[in-house]
């Protein structure tokens, strides 16, 4: 066979298979170009799952008579026209790919009326090359793009589609993606005639928590921290939810890189950083951030349907995030503004996990460790605090202790009513952060082994340990290369067993390889500290006294994190006085 050029058809075809997975794709191109069209109002019509008809109406630019059959062909755009432009675009379309490919697929109208003619026009095309003269439509300024029967001829692909309700959760699934990043759009969504949201333009921060709340839920708008920093010309806004209310899975993370979502695998490495010392096993951080920087710092030109970005620097956005992220985590104890107590749950469980077990230890042995690590504690410079006559006056977040419940759970008395304390918890995070800035303080601890380990690694990853060579001695390892495949282990963190040692140098370095980063030492590190603030924790079954618990509670005010234990279980409960006032049916 001779080499010969393929129809135009066919060629959109081709590239339909890249732009188009199902109809939630076409939803998102549609969608796309109206956002950049300057529009302020969509209204989305869909009919069973988008197969049968996917309509978009919006209230942009428009398009000319002349420009509307140019709209419908491959490689047409009018958002860029240079590499210069491509560099630093700032649309979300430029690749002149999305409608020919869907009219290649389906049967595509489209109605415009430009903002600067006098009357509408429309144009068809039913998946063939030719397309409809224009004809006169009576219509507002703005464009309304119709897709109907799509994958009509292509049945091959048609056999993809899935049922209908699973299509339109993946077409309301890139509504609230749209709408999470364009606050000032009103948007207003239908599925076979039926409203599904109808979303205001939502100006000012209530308004756009509103929005939030509406499409990630009331419950996680009440938990979530405001993020809002700058730095080195990037910037991060948003909301990310307390630890404490977190996801079996990875379904309410949604991150924009300006006003584009994307997914990307530095930025879920570093959110799971920044909240892996407070996030329950196995549980999923939920947030809704921003990221905005110079465009030319971020190539957008990486995937088809521009699920994918490049940073430039990545590890500065990795480091940048994970900090932010961190810090904003770090400062939530009791009575930080940003705190909002865990809402109590009467019946069944917290939703956070399965309530903790606890072993009955030694007693004394626990108190002489806690009252070693808190050598103030009997120091009568520290006014011992009493309950106030007047509960409303000068009262710390976490009020005052009243008494102690089965020795497990400090009662005590704030403004709002009662407070439920978790002792060996908040203790067990106390005595965690407090050995960790100790450890901070003090230094790394190096133990040299009096026989070298021998690690085993592939050529590559030899290569990487001699270039990291000074980077794991910060660390507190010493490692040499001895072999093209073959590595020494001559010294560890004191803190880290010999063992543990080469299995986590070899961890690094796959870390390394993958993500260019790691945080596997300090994570192991802390592993041990948390695992010692553990047993050196008051347990279940300990009478305090009221001025221990008062010390305890103050305790918690100081330190960061300690709304979480080291596991991430809550470690206290705001019960309101409205609350409980409910339950006995007062003030009705
Ligand atoms: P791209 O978005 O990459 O430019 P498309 O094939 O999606 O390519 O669209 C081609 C052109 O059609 C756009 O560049 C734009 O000029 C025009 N267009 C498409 N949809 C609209 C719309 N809703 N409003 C105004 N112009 C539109
Ligand atoms: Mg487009």
Redesign the pocket.
């Known amino acids: 066979m001779r080499i010969q050029r393929l129809p135009s058809q066919l060629i959109n075809q081709i590239a339909a298979g890249e732009v188009v997975e199902r109809p939630a794709s076409v939803a998102k191109?549609?969608m796309?170009?109206?956002l950049?069209?300057g529009?302020r109002n969509l209204e989305v019509d869909v009919e069973q799952g988008g197969k049968r008809l996917i309509r978009i109406r919006?209230d942009?630019?428009?398009?000319h008579k002349g420009?509307l059959a140019l709209?419908l062909r491959r490689h047409?755009?009018?958002?860029i026209s240079s590499m210069e432009d491509l560099e630093q675009v700032v649309s979300l379309?430029?690749?002149?790919?999305?409608?020919?490919s869907i009219a290649s697929i389906s049967r595509l109208t489209i109605s415009?009326h430009a903002r600067d003619a006098d009357q509408g026009w429309r144009i068809q095309a039913d998946g063939r090359d030719d397309v409809s003269d224009p004809i006169p439509v009576s219509q507002a300024v703005g464009?309304s793009?119709e897709v109907r029967d799509l994958f009509f001829n292509t049945p091959a692909r048609r056999k993809f589609l899935r049922a209908d309700t699973t299509e339109f959760k993946h077409i309301d699934g890139l509504i609230r993606r749209i709408a999470l990043s364009h606050f000032g759009v009103a948007i207003h969504l239908r599925h076979n005639q039926k409203t599904i949201h109808r979303l205001p333009v939502a100006e000012g921060v209530t308004q756009q928590e509103k929005r939030v709340a509406a499409l990630c839920g009331t419950p996680f708008m009440k938990q979530a921290l405001p993020v809002e920093r700058s730095a080195s010309g990037l910037s991060l806004e948003g909301w990310i939810a307390l630890p404490t209310f977190s996801r079996s899975q990875s379904d309410l993370q949604f991150f924009f890189v300006n006003g584009r979502m994307v997914r990307d695998k530095f930025v879920s490495h570093a959110v799971r950083q920044a909240y892996s010392d407070v996030l329950y096993h196995g549980r999923h951080p939920a947030f809704v951030l921003y990221l905005e920087l110079d465009p030319t710092a971020v190539d957008v030109n990486v995937h088809p349907a521009k699920h994918e970005v490049r940073f430039r620097d990545s590890r500065l956005i990795h480091d940048f995030l994970f900090h932010t992220i961190r810090d904003v985590l770090a400062g939530v104890r009791p009575g930080s503004v940003s705190a909002q107590p865990v809402p109590v749950r009467v019946s069944g469980q917290h939703a956070t996990g399965p309530i903790q077990l606890r072993t009955l230890l030694q007693a004394k042995e626990q108190v002489r460790l806690y009252e070693s690590l808190h050598p103030d504690r009997n120091d009568d410079s520290q006014p011992h605090r009493e309950l106030p006559d007047n509960p409303t006056e000068d009262v710390p977040p976490l009020g005052f202790a009243l008494a102690q419940l089965h020795g497990i759970y400090i009662l005590a008395q704030n403004k709002d009513g009662l407070v439920l304390v978790d002792m060996h918890a908040a203790h067990e995070r106390i005595t965690y952060e407090f050995l960790k800035s100790a450890m901070q303080a003090e230094g790394i601890r190096r133990q040299p082994l009096l026989v070298p380990q021998a690690i085993a690694v592939s050529e590559r990853e030899a290569e990487l340990a001699e270039q990291r060579q000074t980077w794991f001695g910060e660390l507190g390892f010493e490692i040499d290369r001895i072999g093209p495949e073959q590595l020494a282990l001559r010294q560890l963190p004191a803190i880290l067993g010999q063992a543990d040692g080469v299995a986590l140098v070899r961890d690094v370095l796959s870390d390394l390889m993958a993500n260019n980063s790691t945080m596997r030492v300090e994570e192991a590190i802390n592993s041990v500290l948390s695992t010692m603030a553990c047993h050196g924790s008051v347990r279940a079954n300990r009478q305090l006294t009221l001025d221990e618990m008062n010390a305890l509670l103050r305790d918690m005010e100081r330190t960061e994190r300690s709304g979480q234990c080291n596991h991430g279980r809550p470690t206290w409960l705001q019960l309101g006085l409205k609350e409980v006032d409910s339950w006995f049916l007062r003030g009705r």
Do not use: H, Q
Not at 93 to 100: H, V
């Open positions: 191109e549609l796309e170009n109206a950049d069209a529009a919006d942009g630019t428009g398009i420009d709209a047409t755009t009018s958002k379309g430029f690749r002149g790919e999305a409608l020919p415009s464009t793009v």
